[in-house]
């Protein structure tokens, strides 16, 4: 298989004046944008960054960080996206932490540069993108200016498909990040799937509307450029201006994560749009309540919907539920509560997370997966990476979940957030569902707490319409569950937290009722 950087090199010449990205208003070939790509190598090189070394990126969704990520490479570097909603002091951890060389932040994060700048200690070179006389304000060089210093010289290429192509830091919400190594071969075996699996074609035109630091905006980007076709990027995920694009570029192809699936809905300025180019709908990387899908298929009545369930140590996608299991009222209706089956590469496995032992089809137990998309590790952690990387091949997802007869893959939740009361694993997700299947209830999460009886009891936190008795809703739970999995005790909350991505932040959550308990097991 070639480099990713190899492969861009080829659609240039195989497709120079087909477009490869649109940004905003801009747009740029294939030819010039791997032109650009050359450009940033040198500048980069130039700055002192060589094989191995770590470029950081906080900025949102713009060509700059795409000519960015392909132009680290093609010199055997990596680039470090961070999230842009982190705090000044989570920004300050994972720049030092990837000992990044070079640190290219867009103007509009130039305060929480300044913020952090006497605290990065690897980091020799700042670049502001969109800077201008206001980068230079500050002290730092601006982007624009940075490279056109640099002539692209001799096309090179450095890049060791065995090596690591782009380092994402997990979301932190369980500790402190780890940077997540994937390498130029995990996307290539993952890529090479998608253009049979999602119907790509030479007139497909894909967005990348998730963050470009989350695994889903990584993956599309490199994808655009895998398979040839022409990007739009979306600076962040706002709904209406998603649709807007949508519209504008006749988008075919889309990944949404299900919150902007269901803000969409709500928007008068989301139904003026004309969505009707959309072929493919992706979704995933966060639950997905059944009123939701059901919504936004009949908003695109003639769009194919496919959920995809992955990680970011697994490269992204490695199941997928294809279109035709989209029939929430159809004789195998409850598939659509599924992730799918797993990809032609993949083998799941579901174990006792205790012994490592196989459990028997049905039983929930945690998710193993062995897959050529199975990162290379966690980023200067050794025992981490080994805890997670099994000796046969297999990866720990620490999700939990079962497979059915058929092979379908059905999620409960992180191995971490199980409780355990009395004895009996009770996990949260499908408390969840039945609380969310309320018809007052909009949001909610489930956590343990302690107690004295059963070590640990249910809690359920809901987000309400309209006042609803706690006794209600515990009954409501325990006319179609298991009592010892329903909530002993009910709180109402105005809002559940949440990452950028959707994701409860259980541990947040937890905390306060751990407070003075030496770990969160009782």
């Known amino acids: ?5 190899e492969v861009l090199r080829e659609r240039a010449q195989r497709h120079p004046d087909r477009i490869a990205f ?15 790509t050359d450009r940033a190598a040198a500048a980069l090189a130039a700055a002192g960054v060589g094989q191995g070394d770590r470029v950081a990126v906080l900025d949102k969704n713009s060509l700059e960080y795409a000519e960015q990520l392909f132009g680290a490479a093609r010199i055997g570097a990596v680039q470090v996206p961070i999230n842009y ?3 000044p002091d989570e920004v300050a951890y994972i720049v030092d932490n990837a000992k990044a060389k070079v640190f290219i932040v867009g103007a509009e994060f130039v305060p929480v540069l300044a913020a952090i700048a006497d605290r990065l200690r690897h980091t020799d070179h700042v670049i502001v993108i969109g800077g201008g006389d206001e980068a230079r304000g500050h002290g730092h060089l601006d982007y624009a200016t940075w490279m056109d210093a640099h002539d692209p010289g001799e096309p090179v290429d450095a890049a060791d498909t065995a090596e690591v192509f782009v380092q994402l830091y997990s979301s932190g919400t369980t500790g402190l990040p780890k940077g997540v190594m994937l390498t130029h071969d995990n996307f290539n075996a993952g890529l090479s799937l998608t253009r049979e699996l999602w119907n790509i074609d030479d007139a497909t035109v894909m967005m990348v509307a998730m963050p470009m ?3 889903a905006g990584s993956a599309l980007t490199v994808c655009v450029v895998h398979d040839g076709i022409t990007g739009v990027i979306a600076r962040e995920p706002d709904p209406v201006a998603i649709a807007r694009q949508i519209e504008r570029h006749r988008v075919s192809h889309v990944f949404l994560v299900p919150v902007l699936l269901q803000f969409m809905q709500l928007m008068p300025e989301v139904a003026e749009t004309d969505l009707s180019s959309l072929e493919l709908l992706l979704y995933g990387a966060s639950p997905i309540s059944e009123d ?3 919504g936004a298929m009949g908003m695109l009545p003639g769009t194919r919907f496919m959920q995809v369930y992955g990680l970011t140590e697994t490269t992204g996608a490695i199941t997928a539920l294809p279109a035709e299991d989209h029939d929430p009222d159809g004789p195998h209706a409850d598939r659509i509560r599924s992730a799918g089956v797993p990809n032609p590469s993949c083998e799941l496995k579901i174990v006792d997370p205790a012994t490592l032992e196989e459990v028997p089809r049905g039983q929930v137990g945690e998710i193993l997966c062995r897959t050529p998309q199975n990162m290379k590790g966690y980023w200067e952690m050794s025992e981490a990476t080994a805890a997670a990387l099994l000796p046969d091949g297999f990866f720990r997802t620490g999700d939990a979940g079962y497979l059915d007869g058929d092979g ?3 999620i409960h939740d992180r191995v971490k957030d199980m409780i355990i009361s009395g004895g009996e694993n009770i996990y949260p997700a499908e408390v969840e569902n039945v609380l969310m299947s309320h018809p007052h209830v909009t949001d909610c999460a489930v956590i343990g707490v302690p107690d004295d009886k059963w070590g640990e009891a249910p809690k359920g936190l809901v987000v309400l319409d309209a006042d609803v008795p706690e006794k209600e809703l515990i009954d409501f739970c325990r006319e179609r569950l298991a009592h010892f999995k329903c909530p002993k005790t009910v709180e109402r909350r105005p809002a559940i937290p949440r990452n950028p991505t959707g994701k409860i932040l259980k541990r947040v959550l937890r905390e306060p009722y751990w407070e003075g308990y030496d770990r969160a097991v009782h």
């Open 85 to 87: 909603r982190l705090a």
């Open 408 to 410: 379908y893959l059905f």
């Open 292 to 294: 939701v899908l059901r």
């Open 22 to 36: 649109h940004a905003g208003d801009s747009s740029i070939t294939y030819r010039d944008f791997d032109r650009r």
């Open 213 to 215: 630091y989350h695994v």
């Open 1 to 5: 298989m070639p480099s990713l950087t």
